[in-house]
């Protein structure tokens, strides 16, 4: 009895800790889909006139964008936006972006790893991820990660200005080197509004397509089991 006790409190202690990390996985995933996917910023200097906007060519405006993303996501890769003019303060904020940007990908690959473990310790019965009322606990982590683009979306569509600023206030406190000069750090000319906006759009459609399908695996399970279970009385 005193086993069975305790590999009960093990087993509810992994589910909510595979409910948390889950949610931080599809979250981190999410975020990662306009950083990770590169074309995706590719279409948009075509699509947002980019050449038309500069006067620069499409391989100039590559440059700049793959220069950023570099050193955003590689450990020793220096600071640089192509052939376009940056200052020491763009810099600094840039250096900022690059520690949010290896947190999301550190959460991302851990989240990722535990998940896959405890999903497969499940599998194999070395452990038990307990369901509420039929449901799999993922159901939580999908309505979690559902819940927050539709809020976050409604905030930005009815203000996107505002949204934006709250957002740099959040996570770059008291810091002002965020607000870019055009003529002296050019690099903005080629990263307009409407790029962060559509980068929100993929966030969100990213969010809500996982977790839709997660909702909808369960539901189909949920259904299976109803039906064997009436099956069998």
Same mark, same amino acid.
């Given at each position: 009895?005193?086993?069975?006790?305790?590999?009960?409190?093990?087993?509810?202690?992994?589910?909510?800790?595979?409910?948390?990390?889950?949610?931080?996985?599809?979250?981190?995933?999410?975020?990662?889909?306009?950083?990770?996917?590169?074309?995706?910023?590719?279409?948009?200097?075509?699509?947002?006139?980019?050449?038309?906007?500069?006067?620069?060519?499409?391989?100039?405006?590559?440059?700049?964008?793959?220069?950023?993303?570099?050193?955003?996501?590689?450990?020793?890769?220096?600071?640089?936006?192509?052939?376009?003019?940056?200052?020491?303060?763009?810099?600094?904020?840039?250096?900022?972006?690059?520690?949010?940007?290896?947190?999301?990908?550190? %959460?991302?690959? $851990? /989240?990722? @790893?535990? =998940? *896959?473990? +405890?999903? #497969?310790?499940?599998?194999?019965?070395?452990?038990?991820?307990?369901?509420?009322?039929?449901?799999? %606990?993922?159901? $939580? /982590?999908? @309505?979690? =990660? *559902?819940? +927050?683009? #539709?809020?976050?979306?409604?905030?930005?569509?009815?203000?996107?200005?505002?949204?934006?600023?709250?957002?740099?206030? $959040?996570?770059?406190?008291?810091?002002?080197?965020?607000?870019?000069?055009?003529?002296?750090?050019?690099?903005?000319?080629?990263?307009?509004?409407?790029?962060?906006?559509?980068?929100?759009?993929?966030?969100?459609?990213?969010?809500?397509?996982?977790?839709?399908?997660?909702?909808?695996?369960?539901?189909?399970?949920?259904?299976?089991?109803?039906?064997?279970?009436?099956?069998?009385?």
């Amino acid at each position: 009895m005193k086993n069975y006790r305790g590999k009960k409190a093990v087993d509810i202690t992994l589910t909510v800790v595979f409910a948390v990390v889950l949610t931080l996985f599809i979250l981190t995933f999410a975020i990662g889909l306009p950083i990770y996917c590169r074309f995706f910023y590719y279409i948009q200097i075509k699509t947002l006139k980019m050449e038309e906007a500069t006067g620069w060519s499409y391989q100039t405006i590559k440059a700049a964008y793959d220069d950023v993303l570099d050193y955003l996501l590689l450990a020793n890769h220096p600071f640089g936006t192509g052939e376009l003019k940056w200052t020491e303060s763009e810099a600094a904020h840039f250096a900022d972006c690059k520690a949010l940007f290896t947190l999301n990908t550190c %959460v991302l690959v $851990i /989240s990722g @790893v535990i =998940s *896959l473990t +405890l999903i #497969l310790l499940n599998r194999f019965k070395v452990i038990e991820l307990r369901m509420i009322k039929g449901h799999r %606990v993922y159901l $939580i /982590s999908a @309505v979690v =990660s *559902l819940a +927050l683009p #539709l809020v976050i979306g409604c905030l930005a569509a009815i203000d996107f200005d505002r949204a934006f600023v709250v957002f740099h206030s $959040i996570f770059f406190p008291g810091k002002t080197n965020w607000t870019f000069d055009p003529r002296t750090e050019e690099i903005i000319n080629v990263m307009p509004e409407e790029f962060f906006m559509n980068c929100a759009i993929i966030i969100g459609v990213g969010l809500i397509a996982f977790s839709a399908a997660l909702i909808a695996a369960d539901l189909i399970l949920w259904r299976k089991s109803e039906k064997n279970a009436q099956k069998g009385n």
